[in-house]
């Protein structure tokens, strides 16, 4: 018989029972989780080059961002609960290593989540250059800019605010919002990549040239390419920790993320070509800076078009903002609920059923990290996210050797050939980008390895004295069957996690 945590020591998880969100709701939050949409992309083309983009975008899916998928969709269809692979890692691999991939993901989420008002704030800026970072007011500049508090801070608080009120109301709230904005942020750019496109083939543009920053080496390109864009692929398995929110969970999932994936690659691939196909910065691809998707939009398509990418590229970064918070919540809630955590913020709101504790952290801390510099949270993130999702990636193997009966709606074809392999490919990326950032951004490598192994030797500080003898806590293990344990005999039960 298998089971973690024996009945009597545990506790109801917070947040439990309500399944309302159906397939449509659900890839709004996959796109928006992983997407919403090109804008990013222009600091690819100037670090990487054009053809060096196009590749990347392609090729990254598919060595990195649907096995990534393929992976939560088995985990997901198999566990589908709130908080989805914190308790992954914590049935595979125990406590401790649960603790840590919290913590990583926790950190890794909420200096991601920081990225985008300081991005929809640099985007506004086009219009009213006051707020641009460091110009206009300035109250606070310290570390050579690094840390600057002013008219820009103040306009992203601002909008932090009412994206934070609206996760307040719960997912259902974010998902509706979710859908409707996603489509108004691909029309504009699906005229965009006709207009581009045409422009580019009329002109006899060559998209692929120059393929790398002149002067280059192919190293530098491909690391540039890959800190940038990884990062646009990260999150296919975010929407997991909302599960015990998703009605009919296995199936709804498996057909948001088949909706989701193709839908993804296709929004970032079209408009970049346009962009490229539109002439701007031809020969010079180092000039490309963020924001020029708009001037892109107002070369082809005049100011209306130019109106409708700005009005695009303010609800994708929203859309982005209140996706994660609503998926990155899940976590911290389910390590104050194991007692890790202060219990406040285990605490949910009555009226909505939302973890208000763990969003008020979340909330705050990103509210200080949006007068940090962009790039720095940029590298920071994707590292601390990876080392997360190599942990992922165990935990996976592991159950399918632990529990080889688990009951797996959906399962990577294959075997366990097929296993290993959508495993191998992206380890063999993560390793590449973590050993490239060693090279050439040796302090940026030391922090985020400083960060990782923080959280390892954290686990038996919070363990000893902020959990003590306090239980963890029990989930909704309903739809979950574990099936014979290797490591405990054998018998068939209910996951008692």
């Not at 914190?86 to 990225?115: M, P």
């Not at 008020?360 to 990103?366: E, I, R, W």
Request: hydrophobic share 55%.
């Amino acid at each position: 018989m298998t089971e973690l945590i024996p009945p009597e020591n545990t506790r109801p998880a917070p947040g439990a029972g309500r399944r309302t969100l159906g397939v449509l709701p659900l890839v709004g939050i996959f796109f928006f989780t992983v997407s919403g949409g090109p804008f990013g992309l222009e600091a690819s083309l100037s670090s990487a080059g054009p053809g060096m983009t196009l590749l990347m975008i392609v090729l990254v899916p598919v060595v990195f961002g649907v096995p990534n998928a393929l992976v939560a969709a088995e985990l997901s269809a198999a566990i589908p609960v709130d908080g989805g692979y914190y308790y992954w890692t914590k049935i595979a691999l125990g406590r401790g290593a649960a603790f840590v991939f919290g913590a990583w993901n926790s950190i890794g989420s909420v200096l991601n989540l920081a990225l985008y008002p300081i991005l929809l704030v640099d985007y506004l800026a086009t219009w009213v250059p006051d707020i641009a970072r460091g110009k206009g007011l300035v109250i606070v500049d310290l570390f050579h800019g690094g840390f600057v508090v002013d008219l820009h801070w103040i306009v992203t608080v601002a909008l932090i605010v009412p994206m934070a009120y609206l996760n307040y109301r719960g997912s259902k709230a974010v998902s509706e919002y979710s859908v409707g904005m996603m489509l108004l942020i691909l029309a504009p750019f699906a005229v965009l990549a006709v207009l581009g496109i045409w422009h580019a083939i009329g002109n006899g543009i060559n998209v692929l040239s120059p393929f790398m920053v002149p002067g280059q080496s192919a190293h530098s390109s491909v690391a540039g390419a890959l800190s940038v864009i990884v990062w646009l692929y990260l999150g296919f398995d975010g929407p997991s920790t909302v599960l015990g929110e998703v009605a009919d969970a296995h199936r709804t999932y498996t057909r948001a993320l088949v909706i989701s994936v193709p839908l993804i690659i296709t929004a970032y691939l079209l408009p970049t070509i346009a962009a490229i196909g539109s002439g701007l910065h031809r020969g010079s691809p180092a000039d490309w800076a963020q924001g020029d998707f708009i001037v892109v939009g107002d070369a082809l398509g005049g100011i209306w078009l130019k109106v409708l990418i700005s009005l695009g590229s303010a609800l994708s970064l929203v859309g982005l903002f209140m996706a994660i918070l609503l998926t990155s919540t899940r976590v911290p809630r389910a390590l104050a609920a194991d007692a890790y955590l202060p219990r406040w913020m285990a605490r949910d709101s009555r009226r909505f059923n939302t973890p208000v504790g763990a969003l008020l952290a979340s909330t705050t801390v990103v509210v200080v990290l949006a007068a940090v510099d962009f790039s720095s949270i940029l590298r920071a993130t994707v590292l601390l996210t990876l080392a997360s999702i190599l942990l992922e990636f165990v935990a996976f193997l592991v159950l399918r050797w632990r529990y080889p009966q688990m009951l797996r709606p959906v399962r990577v074809p294959g075997g366990w050939p097929g296993a290993v392999l959508v495993v191998l490919l992206p380890t063999a990326m993560i390793v590449y980008l973590a050993w490239s950032t060693a090279v050439d951004e040796a302090a940026t490598f030391g922090t985020s390895l400083a960060v990782a192994l923080l959280a390892v030797l954290l686990y038996p500080l919070c363990r000893r004295f902020v959990k003590g003898d306090r239980p963890d806590a029990a989930i909704d293990s309903s739809q979950v069957e574990l099936g014979p344990d290797r490591f405990a005999g054998f018998g068939s039960r209910k996951a008692g996690v």
